[in-house]
């Protein structure tokens, strides 16, 4: 018994100093990435771009839209071949919409890429000095606190982001933490 009783105290002690050991902090990459500039300008030429594109595509079902109201005014005088001719057309000026439409805001659409092209550097960029902030301070976990309700509770103290805007070389609080908006 006393025989169990030490190996499992020793166990405890062993990984209860372990588990001590560790340093664990979080970060907030939303408040990061709001103090960023570059990642603001990113921001703003997305939107204006997705505007711009969501202008043009609501054009193309506007005029797809005119055709086809003036077609169901004209379809009982129209012979069937006109007919059939102006239904082919209304239907393929809606399929080219679709498919510009898609172009733009698809999965891999040129949003996406374009988005790819601004905002991942800025990311890795972040992750990177995120990463060369654990190892120099000797973090064993960091959490990012911006990625929903992961963390239900975080000390202030154990929050790295102004840390890691300062790496960057940013000045932190030009942009309130993402806590406050809640």
Do not use: H
Request: aromatic share 10%; glycine share 4%; proline share 2%.
């Amino acid at each position: 018994m006393k025989k169990v009783f030490f190996v499992t105290t020793t166990a405890m002690l062993i990984f209860s100093s372990f588990t001590f050991a560790q340093r664990v902090a979080c970060v907030d990459t939303k408040y990061i990435l709001n103090n960023i500039s570059e990642y603001r300008d990113a921001q703003s030429q997305l939107e204006n771009l997705s505007i711009q594109w969501q202008k043009e595509i609501e054009g193309k079902f506007a005029e797809i839209d005119k055709l086809y109201k003036d077609f169901q005014a004209e379809a009982i005088l129209l012979p069937e071949d006109i007919k059939n001719k102006r239904q082919n057309e209304i239907i393929n000026k809606e399929k080219e919409a679709k498919e510009l439409q898609k172009k733009y805001f698809g999965s891999n659409g040129d949003l996406f890429k374009k988005r790819q092209e601004l905002v991942k550097p800025i990311q890795d960029k972040i992750y990177n000095a995120i990463e060369d902030y654990a190892t120099e301070k000797n973090y064993a976990i960091i959490f990012d606190k911006a990625g929903g309700p992961v963390i239900l509770y975080v000390n202030t103290k154990n929050d790295i982001s102004d840390d890691i805007l300062k790496k960057l070389g940013y000045k932190p609080g030009a942009i309130q933490s993402t806590e406050n908006e809640e």
